[in-house]
């Protein structure tokens, strides 16, 4: 059976940073695309954060929304079964439950209906 769990979300104010963790487990996903998805309140979607896909050793390669390209990376540590992303000077915006999601697939994808398997979500509220 597979799980996805987040930690790491929280409160923060306007340029602080945050952390997030999903840890995955019912299959090694090594060659799984994966990727974090955030929702705003009010929103219909999830929307595209970041994903990344291993493409060979212990090298990945990762895309990024743009709106969070140069604040936000995302690594993968295959020996703890671990996704993270890394999120610095965060802001008001960013504010959103975001979601870890793997595809079972090696293709890397912004589309969130491409992803079959998602956690549970964990909170990210950043105040002015």
């Known amino acids: 059976q597979v799980q996805l769990v987040e930690s790491g979300g929280g409160s923060v104010e306007a340029g602080g940073s945050l952390t997030l963790s999903c840890e995955y487990s019912?299959?090694?996903?090594?060659?799984?695309?994966m990727g974090w998805f955030r929702q705003a309140p009010g929103t219909e979607r999830p929307e595209f954060v970041a994903?990344?896909?291993?493409?060979?050793?212990?090298?990945?390669?990762?895309d990024y929304a743009d709106s969070v390209k140069g604040r936000f990376t995302i690594s993968r540590d295959s020996a703890q079964n671990t996704l993270n992303l890394q999120m610095n000077s965060l802001k008001p915006e960013d504010t959103a439950v975001y979601y870890c999601?793997?595809?079972?697939?090696?293709?890397?994808?912004?589309?969130?209906?491409?992803?079959?398997?998602w956690g549970q979500g964990t909170q990210v509220t950043v105040s002015e």
């Open positions: 999601a793997i595809r079972n697939d090696e293709t890397m994808s912004t589309m969130p209906s491409q992803f079959e398997y």
């Open positions: 994903n990344n896909k291993w493409i060979g050793g212990s090298t990945y390669y990762s």
């Open positions: 019912g299959s090694t996903f090594t060659m799984a695309a």
